[in-house]
């Protein structure tokens, strides 16, 4: 495939007049199937991770598996993502783009339907690993598709679309997991990519030129950056996502992994940044609107993939629903997206992108602190709001937020800017919600000892309520006045912890809409110009 090169021109901004005779650069359709195509395998990977995680609990009962050793399912599939990356681009150098985006679409497609057959945890864990290769080959060279083949006046269209698997799919997934697994059975999950699966490979087929592999170029690869990335990078993912049930340091397993990581990516970094022909340019974060791009990206997410943690995770503990339940709340953080995302770029061509940018921030900012009152009661009503909120927030910042970071990226630069955008962004993810599972835990503590400070037996309200709530179970058929007394005591301690957790879900959102204040600040420090020129000045 012969990729356009990267302009120099950035995004106009409003108010920018073209000249009648400068016509709008045409796109032929075929470029436009392999963008979609490729847009479409992103979405399908994205959506893939949060189906499984919304339907986690019962693929470990299908298979036997425990809840703790279960965590794999996830944890598998997401080491081999966060590791495949960063080689992407240079291995779609080394093999061509087609060959390795139609073999990857063809394995990921088998793969995901090989995973509903699997019979026990390591078959599981093995499957999830291998798919987790070939699905995290399709977003970051969906995302390089963009701007390589796009000249810079359509990249907003083609941002848009790649935003429906950033914003979109994360959003969407728990509603689809939920719903196939409560009617159909959990093997569903998988069995979904099948249709959009085929249709993806037909357009990638009819729509990627063929050009010669460059097998050379594993002679010349920079094999200490990838060992020490791919090293590194997996024993974070490890303490990340399983430190939290291993007491995260008090565990020896996490502390030898966590000194693993330490050690491999500083070696990673500087083998980068000494080698001449490194893996990935680390060199384009010292450009001002990249570098910035990629703070704002990791920080939105922590918030993106923290949101969509938490919120499951409090309506199934405090409000006791069930998957298709969660799904249908958390629809409302998905559909507007539908309908706002398609009009991003023609807003991109009326008001300047940092605008819009920092709009979509605060909006998101803003649906995380309406959240930071919970009570008893709130539940799937009161969340509306907050969600449509969220939602027109991740519509207006994801697509703008790429155009100003990349803008100016030299299409020979194109495979590692992919790379590190969405490495940051899954990054921030699963550090996002080890983050939060750690707060919530230290906050739910907190919380529980300051409430049982106020229920004391010298308290007239206290032994009220206890004398109350044994009365309840002696009228419901618990003869002895002792045993009655003790089920009171244990209800008043639910109560207490329940009451805790309510508050500490309250203080997450406090965090993430934290996250998002720092993601408006990091954008508010793009460059100032009347459109982005592009040069990547730093």
């Known amino acids: 495939m012969t990729a356009l090169p990267a302009t120099v021109d950035g995004v106009p901004s409003a108010g920018t007049e073209r000249a009648p005779s400068a016509a709008a650069p ?143 799919a994360p959003a969407i997934g728990p509603t689809i997991g939920g719903y196939l697994t409560e009617n159909f059975g959990w093997e569903y999950i998988f069995y979904v990519n099948v249709v959009p699966g085929a249709v993806m490979i037909g357009m990638l087929y009819v729509s990627l030129e063929a050009t010669p592999m460059k097998l050379s170029l594993l002679r010349e690869g920079d094999w200490p950056g990838i060992v020490t990335m791919a090293i590194g990078l997996s024993a974070l993912q490890t303490v990340l996502e399983e430190g939290n049930k291993d007491d995260r340091f008090g565990s020896p397993f996490i502390v030898r992994f966590a000194i693993i990581a330490a050690i491999a990516l500083p070696m990673f970094t500087l083998i980068e940044l000494t080698s001449k022909k490194p893996l990935l340019n680390l060199r384009l974060l010292v450009r001002r609107n990249f570098g910035f791009g990629v703070l704002a990206n990791f920080l939105l997410g922590i918030a993106l993939y923290g949101s969509v943690y938490i919120l499951p995770v409090y309506l199934s503990r405090i409000q006791g629903y069930n998957s298709e339940q969660i799904g249908m709340v958390l629809a409302w953080t998905a559909l507007p997206q539908l309908v706002l995302i398609p009009l991003v770029p023609q807003l991109m061509k009326r008001i300047h992108p940092r605008i819009v940018i920092g709009v979509g921030f605060a909006l998101f900012a803003a649906s995380n602190f309406m959240n930071i009152h919970m009570t008893n009661d709130y539940a799937a009503d009161q969340l509306f709001w907050p969600n449509v909120v969220r939602a027109v927030g991740q519509a207006l910042c994801f697509a703008p937020l790429s155009a100003v970071a990349t803008a100016g990226v030299e299409s020979q630069n194109a495979g590692s800017a992919s790379a590190l955008f969405n490495m940051t962004r899954n990054l921030g993810g699963a550090i996002g919600i080890a983050a939060l599972q750690t707060l919530l835990t230290k906050r739910e503590q907190y919380h529980s000892n300051m409430l049982s400070q106020s229920v004391s037996l010298f308290d007239q309200a206290t032994c009220t309520r206890l004398e109350q709530l044994a009365q309840y179970f002696v009228d419901h058929g618990v003869v002895d006045h002792v045993d009655a007394t003790h089920r009171a005591y244990v209800a008043i301690g639910h109560i207490v912890q329940k009451q805790a957790f309510i508050l500490a879900f309250s203080d997450t959102y406090y965090a993430l809409g934290a996250a998002l204040i720092g993601a408006l600040l990091a954008g508010l420090l793009f460059k100032k110009s009347d459109r982005l020129d592009g040069t990547g000045a730093h």
């Open 26 to 168: 045409t796109v032929s359709a075929k470029t436009w199937i392999a963008v979609a195509g490729a847009t479409l395998g992103a979405f399908m990977a994205v959506l893939n991770i949060q189906i499984v995680n919304a339907s986690l609990a019962d693929i470990q009962g299908g298979i036997g598996a425990g809840i703790d050793d279960g965590g794999w399912i996830s944890t598998s599939y997401l080491i081999a993502e966060i590791v495949v990356i960063p080689l992407s681009g240079w291995l779609a150098e080394v093999f061509s783009i087609r060959i390795y985006l139609l073999t990857n679409a063809f394995l990921f497609l088998v793969l995901s339907a090989a995973c509903a057959f699997a019979q026990d945890l390591p078959q599981m864990i093995a499957l999830r690993a291998v798919q987790g290769f070939t699905g995290g080959v399709l977003i970051p060279m969906a995302f390089t598709l963009v701007i390589t083949l796009l000249p810079k006046a359509k990249q907003p269209i083609g941002l848009a679309l790649f935003a429906m698997t950033a914003t979109f």
